[in-house]
């Protein structure tokens, strides 16, 4: 379109052509808009897991940002498993569990998660010295080493007692004292740290 007033009245002929025969077109109807997405509805699982997230004392999503949490169905002899390779925490959730029925677990993993992404080697010897352990007690689990058998099952373990105040059931360096509470906290409740060395295999609490 040319605006109004750009050419003179006078200058514009008189049209000799008769009158267009090209077809009119039309445009295409705009369609109606699609109705709002509902919420996704969540499992069961799903469901008590956001529960017991809400309730739980630790920021796990600022704490272990590129780590994933999910709730899935129960399993047999397995309560949760920790996925260091894909930095996953699977919490296996069983018909009778409540919200706060699952802080232990949840913090038992999350433990085994913060052990994988800030404890290195150093972090480890010293957690060995406090707990008066010597190297034949293995860190990981080596698939005939039961969880609470390790350092690893024992640190995460120390985590939860500090966390929700959960009777620790390791079977590594014996009752967790005040000062053994003390040093779980220096080790984890402090600001984050370059991450360390991880397992291979999966941990959890079974």
């Given at each position: 379109t040319i605006p109004a007033g750009t050419i003179p009245a006078s200058t514009i002929p008189a049209s000799t052509s008769p009158a267009s025969t090209a077809p009119l077109t039309t445009a295409a109807p705009i369609p109606p808009l699609a109705p709002p997405l509902s919420p996704p509805v969540l499992s069961a699982e799903a469901a008590v897991g956001a529960a017991a997230l809400a309730r739980f004392?630790?920021?796990v999503a600022g704490r272990l940002p590129d780590w994933e949490l999910a709730f899935l169905p129960g399993r047999s002899g397995?309560?949760?498993l920790t996925l260091?390779?894909?930095?996953?925490?699977e919490v296996y959730v069983r018909a009778s569990d409540t919200p706060e029925?699952?802080?232990r677990v949840l913090a038992h993993e999350v433990g085994h998660a913060l052990d994988v992404a800030y404890n290195d080697a150093v972090d480890r010897a010293r957690w060995r010295t406090v707990r008066g352990v010597g190297p034949e007690v293995p860190w990981w689990p080596d698939g005939t080493t039961f969880d609470f058998d390790t350092l690893a099952?024992?640190?995460a373990e120390a985590f939860s007692t500090?966390?929700?105040g959960s009777?620790?059931?390791s079977e590594v360096g014996g009752p967790f004292t005040p000062e053994k509470m003390t040093d779980v906290a220096a080790l984890v409740g402090g600001p984050g740290r370059p991450g360390g060395v991880g397992p291979e295999p999966a941990v959890?609490?079974?």
């Open positions: 004392p630790f920021d397995v309560r949760a260091p390779r894909e930095r996953r925490i029925g699952l802080q099952g024992d640190f500090w966390l929700v009777e620790s059931v959890g609490a079974h």
